[in-house]
Nanobody
Framework: QVQLVESGGGLVQAGGSLRLSCAASGRTFSDYAMGWFRQAPGKEREFVAA????????YYVDSVKDRFTISRSNAKNTVYLQMNSLKPEDTAVYYC????????????????WGQGTQVTVSS
């Protein structure tokens, strides 16, 4: 089992920044590819960003490219999502996820999920 706990969400004005963190425990963190997803009210959960086990490969949905950065610290068992130039349409509950994999995983086929953290961007 892998336990994931997100933090760092909150209320921010459009154009502002937030950094989300996801702390993992339970298994060897560096064995897992990590991802961030989000779900807005009335919408399906969507993929946002993913990072490989080593951090050497990353992937983003087009709508966040050049604004969001995913990174990880295997020493701290933590994955991050730096979000800059936030827009109202970024408002959602953000979830981190883990999958036992050596590659970047861009589908929803993750093994473990966190409980989510709310991000609200005001206009």
């Amino acid at each position: 089992q892998v336990q994931l706990v997100e933090s760092g969400g909150g209320l921010v004005q459009a154009g502002g920044s937030l950094r989300l963190s996801c702390a993992a425990s339970g298994r060897t963190f560096s064995d897992y590819a990590m991802g961030w997803f989000r779900q807005a009210p009335g919408k399906e959960r969507e993929f946002v960003a993913a990072i490989s086990w080593s951090g050497g490969r990353t992937y983003y949905v087009d709508s966040v490219k050049d604004r969001f950065t995913i990174s990880r610290s295997n020493a701290k068992n933590t994955v991050y999502l730096q979000m800059n130039s936030l827009k109202p349409e970024d408002t959602a509950v953000y979830y981190c996820a883990a999958k036992y994999s050596r590659t970047v995983v861009t589908t929803h086929e993750y093994d473990y999920w966190g409980q989510g953290t709310q991000v609200t961007v005001s206009s």
